[in-house]
DNA sequence: ACTATTAGATAGCAGTACTCTCTAATGGAT
DNA sequence: ATCCATTAGAGAGTACTGCTATCTAATAGT
């Protein structure tokens, strides 16, 4: 497949694929002449991905590039690889140096929830911090939620993670490499874009709670 | 309240809070002399959700303009607000004018789950319009959920909001117009934070399901 | 009188995601 | 054989965002 066939089948423009393969989003064609390369459908596939990733995901190019590079990096495990994901996503929120009391007791409120759960989690998880400030903002705002608010989430969002991760490897370790990859990508695209349908499903309830209440 | 204490307050630069009068983010001081404006709580409160929105929340200073013009609207009931401030949040995606078998598939999944479930939602409402382009790319990249994962996602934030729309109005209506508005913040805040707060707490869950299935 | 601070206005800056332009080489059509 | 469209690769330019810096004139406190 040449350049124009691969930006016609993914309606990315002939610019922009060429700036993704800049940034070493997506890996270069085959060359086939000096002024020729061919294209595949794993590169179709890889731009879907990227694509997916920006424009809905609002992952940007930087994490992006990031979270491939552990895609494409044969010897991470699953469980690595949702982790490094995790670490490429996370927040780059820096905590406030000084002891800002607000962040403490929401680092507090943080802890004491993921022990209550029985959650085993790395003391630096991204997902930790981001926690941490968003509980600190809202107690900064006056809008600290209940505990047990908070547990009804967290109850909630474990049941169906749980579900998640069991689906994420289907049937068995993956066959080729090629087949590993593509498994790889389908967890990450999942990771990314089931975090906006919950929050689209979210507001969905809300509006419908809303209009039963005040509509 | 001079600028310099509302900047060593809130934490945040005498210039940046310039940079918030000029944008319309922040109501300008009642003038005390040509070069003298006083500043009281509420600007002070006012800027702590800002930045709350900003560095949490993640939201782009133009919607937060359009979100706060909603809230200092006291003609406006809560269940208008919710919807406007949904519309403002809403993706700024652009559906494919051609007829996009995912994106249509999608919208008809959409549809069906959002009928399925009973809920009253707008036909036009921003998070119907994320919901189909994130099920469309999940579609795209051959990662289409379940449509029983969906339900049980559907399920289990319907509950949560059901709960958090009841909390909004606690005590009856509001009592005074600068109480109405402290009320209604608190419910945007609210809004944004907690969709952190659940997305921060999935990743938690799923580190922990991972960690257990392989770690 | 002097220094620090402020309002208000304008300009500049760093990062992001492209988008455009150019050159030299090549492929397919005529 | 010769044209025209297309391509690789490289560099510069663009539009937008969220600040940040500089300047002037006025005023407050010491």
């Known amino acids: 497949m040449l350049m124009g066939e691969l930006s016609r089948r993914s309606g990315v423009p002939v ?9 070493g989003l997506l890996p270069p064609g085959t060359p086939t002449a000096a002024t020729r390369a061919s294209y595949g459908e794993d590169h179709l596939r890889r731009l879907r991905l990227i ?8 992952v940007s190019v930087a994490t992006i590039r990031t979270i491939l590079a552990v895609v494409d990096d044969r ?27 607000h962040w403490e007791a929401a680092g507090r409120e943080a802890d004491d929830l993921i022990s209550d ?9 991204p997902a930790r911090t981001l926690l941490t400030a ?3 903002a809202l107690r900064r705002t ?3 939620p209940s505990g047990a608010g908070l547990h009804a989430y967290a109850e909630a ?13 289907p049937a068995g370790s993956p066959e ?6 593509a498994l790889t990508e389908s967890a990450v695209v999942g990771m990314v874009l089931h975090e906006r349908v919950i929050i689209a499903l979210r507001r969905l309830a809300q509006e419908d709670a809303s209009a039963r209440r005040y509509g």
């Not at 610019?15 to 940034?23: G, P, V």
């Not at 994901?85 to 000084?98: F, H, K, M």
């Not at 080729?176 to 990859?181: E, K, L, N, Q, T």
């Open 117 to 125: 759960m029985g959650w085993i989690v790395a003391p630096e998880a």
């Open 75 to 101: 010897s991470v495990g699953v469980h690595q690889m949702l982790g490094a994901v995790q670490y490429a996503l996370g927040p780059r929120l820096t905590p406030p140096t000084d002891g800002d009391p």
């Open 157 to 169: 969002l474990s049941r169906l993670a749980a579900s998640e991760v069991a689906s994420l490897e």
């Open 15 to 23: 610019a922009t694929i060429k700036f993704y393969l800049r940034e």
């Open 51 to 58: 694509r997916a990733l920006l424009e809905v995901g609002e």
């Open 134 to 136: 968003t509980l600190a």
């Open 176 to 181: 080729s490499p090629a087949a590993r990859i």
């Open 142 to 144: 006056g809008s600290a």
